[in-house]
T-cell receptor, first 113, second 115 residues
C-alpha cells in the first residue's frame, strides 16, 4: 500500500461547527504532515508529527488542533473556523530522518461559510 | 532559511515538444534533497523526480529529467515529448538535512500543453 488516504474529499462547514479531517497511511512512515494550500499558491506547512509526537507547529491558530492517535493516523480537528480558512488541506507522510520525498494524499477541499 | 524560487508563473508548450521549468534554491546546508511535484486541477500532489545534493548524475524518470547545476543552485525540470495530460501546476521543493522534516515549496509554474 503506497497511498495516503484523506477523508472527506470535500467539506462545507459553518463558523460554529466542529469537524475533523482524517488522514491514513500504511507505508510504515513515521513522519506525517498537514499542509494548507490556498488557490494558486504553494502548500504551506502547518504541523509535523514524528513518531506520533508533534515536532513542528508553524504558529497555526488554535482553532486547528492536530492529533496523531497512532503511527498510521493523523487527524485535524477544526473548530470556530473563519471563511479565510477555506482551502485545500493536504496530508503527507514520509520516512523520518531521510531526504526522500513525501507521499501526499489527494486533499480535503474545505469551505467555511 | 531555505528558499526556493520559480520565476515562471505560466508556461505554454506545444504537444510533443520539450519544455524546461526553472527552479533555483538557496541553502547553506551541504545535505539536501530537491523535488518536483505535479498538481493537476484535482488537487493531489504527484511526486515526479528527486535529486540529492551529493548525487553526481542528473536524475531521470521516464519523460522527466532534472538538470541539476549545483554551483548555480538550480534544479530545472525538463519534460520531453509533452502530452496534453501534462497540463498542471508544477512545484519545486527542497528538504534540508538539518531542518528535520520540513519540505518547502516554490511558488509554482502552471504549464499548459497546446494541441
Amino acid at each position: 500500500d503506497t497511498e495516503v488516504t484523506q477523508t472527506p474529499k470535500h467539506l462545507v462547514m459553518g463558523m460554529t461547527n466542529k469537524k475533523s479531517l482524517k488522514c491514513e497511511q500504511h507505508m510504515g512512515h513515521r513522519a506525517m504532515y498537514w499542509y494548507k494550500q490556498k488557490a494558486k499558491k504553494p502548500p504551506e506547512l502547518m504541523f509535523v508529527y514524528s513518531y506520533e509526537k508533534l515536532s513542528i507547529n508553524e504558529s497555526v491558530p488554535s482553532r486547528f488542533s492536530p492529533e496523531c492517535p497512532n503511527s498510521s493516523l493523523l487527524n485535524l480537528h477544526l473548530h470556530a473556523l473563519q471563511p479565510e480558512d477555506s482551502a485545500l488541506y493536504l496530508c503527507a507522510s514520509s520516512e523520518w530522518g531521510t531526504p526522500h520525498g513525501y507521499t501526499f494524499g489527494s486533499g480535503t477541499r474545505l469551505t467555511v461559510v | 532559511a531555505q528558499k526556493i524560487t520559480q520565476t515562471q508563473p505560466g508556461m505554454f508548450v506545444q504537444e510533443k515538444e520539450a519544455v524546461t521549468l526553472d527552479c533555483t534554491y538557496d541553502t547553506s546546508d551541504p545535505s539536501y534533497g530537491l523535488f518536483w511535484y505535479k498538481q493537476p486541477s484535482s488537487g493531489e500532489m504527484i511526486f515526479l523526480i528527486y535529486q540529492g545534493s551529493y548525487d553526481q548524475q542528473n536524475a531521470t524518470e521516464g519523460r522527466y529529467s532534472l538538470n541539476f547545476q549545483k554551483a548555480r543552485k538550480s534544479a530545472n525540470l525538463v519534460i520531453s515529448a509533452s502530452q496534453l495530460g501534462d497540463s498542471a501546476m508544477y512545484f519545486c521543493a527542497m528538504r534540508e538535512a538539518h531542518y528535520l522534516n520540513d519540505m518547502r515549496f516554490g511558488a509554482g509554474t502552471r504549464l499548459t500543453v497546446k494541441p
